[in-house]
């Protein structure tokens, strides 16, 4: 194919690098360096799959997410919403980086405490927070608590710290406008309270002699790309009486590939401080708690081709699949791009698959390659989201390690399991 034909045909390089962390750039002999490190180098050092956080990138999201928030609304704070990658690494980092942490469960409130963050910049959520779990929240001194629901704040009553600060999360009844799977803020979700609801409880928060109630919190969706749905629900919180403090979520989608246009970090900072100057006290803290957006892009997930299965489609399998990217599977496969790290580019048109016994295992369907050999390294750009956080066993997988990348030096901070680690669990015959 001639270069003009490829041009037209082919990726544009420029714009897929865009989708790749901050800082990426091609070596001279075109290899792919994220993070100062050459990927090719890291596939030697670390092996395939391995998720590859460039950690400046990482830092940089951080601070233009609390920076921007910061300068719009300065009495506010960014909370990590840290079920999006939950490694002690990154918990560490957030926390270095001046934002909060919002925890889901015990196990990340232990992953939080134990890379250093203080109980008081922790905050804990949960739809059905075990009797353990608020117990283990009072002992961290977690500054504040998400209420979910009625039936909570009994044994909150009882089981929590004295003066626990809490916020009640509300059900806005707005739709997000995205995947139902993802949307939480509508009416019948099983997240926080239905709206008619809050007066009544809001009044019991208020009058309990153990909890301190400090405000309203709602979380509409995730991968969202109107902003419109944040106006709504902030107009709707702001008929429920003036609070300390308003939570109002995450959400925000990200670019997963070329026909996606999400709104950037500052026009969604911009619509929601908008909407808080109109409708909410204008002494109140403002609060979000984005987990997709302030991770996923700093990450690229490296893979090595296995096998080619040439026909219609062309099949490009790798040694992953929904072991370590269970969202590819979840929205069919159509949000990735791909490309082989050493040859970036290129107008072979394939479906980049998996290695899991599911169809849906197809990483990044329709993307151009620059001719693919078996061996090859893949990478697939903005893989820092809820992959690591659901990765799984599946056909006896092995999970794969979490490396972060700096001016050149890799750590890894993840490990990758090894076959000890999947027999590990397994007892005795019957
Ligand atoms: N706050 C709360 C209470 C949440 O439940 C979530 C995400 C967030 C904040 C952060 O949302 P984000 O900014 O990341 O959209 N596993 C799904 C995503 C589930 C999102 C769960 N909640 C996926 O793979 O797309």
Known sequence: MTTEARATAGVDVAELLGLFPHGTRLADDGVLVVGGCRLDDVAAAYGTPTYVVAEDALRRQARRLREGLAARWPRSRVLFASKSLPARAVYHLMHDE???????????LLLAL???????AIVQHGNAKTDD????????GVGTVVVDGEGEIGRLEQLGRDGQPVLLRVQPGVDPGTYAGVSTGQRGSKFGVPIEDAPRLLNRLANS?????????????????????YRKAIDVVSALGEFDVYDVGGGLAVRYTFDE????????????????????????????????????ESTVTLYRIVTIKHGSPTFVAVDGGIADNFEASTYIGTRFQATIATRVG?????????????????????????????GDLVAVPVTGAYTHTLANNYNGALRAPVVFCRDGVMTPVVRRDTDADLLARELAFP
């Open 133 to 140: 779990e608020i117990r283990r929240a009072a002992q961290a």
């Open 346 to 374: 290129g107008d072979e048109l394939v479906d980049v698959v998996g290695r899991q016994c599911e169809s849906g295992d197809r990483i990044a369907a329709g993307v151009r390659l620059q001719d693919p050999v078996i």
């Open 114 to 120: 134990d890379a250093g963050v203080p109980g008081s």
């Open 209 to 229: 002699s153990r909890l301190d109630l400090r405000g309203i919190h709602l979380h509409l969706g995730s991968q969202m790309f109107g902003l419109d749905p």
């Open 261 to 296: 246009h999400p709104p950037s970090i500052e026009e969604w900072l911009d619509v929601v401080t908008e909407a808080a100057r109109q409708g909410l006290p204008s002494g109140a803290e403002l609060w979000v708690e984005p987990g997709r957006a302030c991770v996923a």
């Open 98 to 108: 001046g934002l909060g942490i919002d925890v889901a469960g015990g196990g990340e």
